[in-house]
Nanobody, 125 residues
Framework: VQLQASGGGLVQAGGSLRLSCAAS????????MGWFRQAPGREREAVAV????????YYADSVKGRFTISKDMAKKTVYLQMNGLKPEDTAVYYC???????????????????WGQGTQVTVSS
């Protein structure tokens, strides 16, 4: 699976951004795709994850109610709509994918085999 992320940028606190991750490659029937982020000096953490078949989602507590992950099967693209952005959301955001992942591992970065390039999100106060 190849992943191409886009959509980062600079936004003021309270603003919105939408990230996109276009996927290509093997079958998508048992694929899980997600967004992770890593701020300077911090470990990579899960933000939101979605199962391609069925649409089961996972959100980090810190983004629940503000971020929404969705998928467009025709475009083979996963989106992360980020509303109500806060300065603490500033990080490099990465798209990732894995096959046959159980829900309890959705938020575990080491469970993912495929990673896209990062895209910088900066939220100013």
């Amino acid at each position: 699976v190849q992943l191409q992320a886009s959509g980062g940028g600079l936004v003021q606190a309270g603003g919105s951004l939408r990230l996109s991750c276009a996927a290509s490659g093997r079958t998508f029937s048992d694929l899980v795709m997600g967004w992770f982020r890593q701020a300077p000096g911090r470990e990579r953490e899960a933000v939101a994850v979605i199962r391609w078949s069925g649409g089961t989602t996972y959100y980090a507590d810190s983004v629940k109610g503000r971020f929404t992950i969705s998928k467009d099967m025709a475009k083979k693209t996963v989106y992360l709509q980020m509303n109500g952005l806060k300065p603490e959301d500033t990080a490099v955001y990465y798209c990732a994918a894995a096959y046959r992942l159980i829900y309890s591992n959705f938020g575990v970065p080491s469970s993912y085999d495929y990673w896209g390039q990062g895209t910088q999100v900066t939220v100013s106060s």
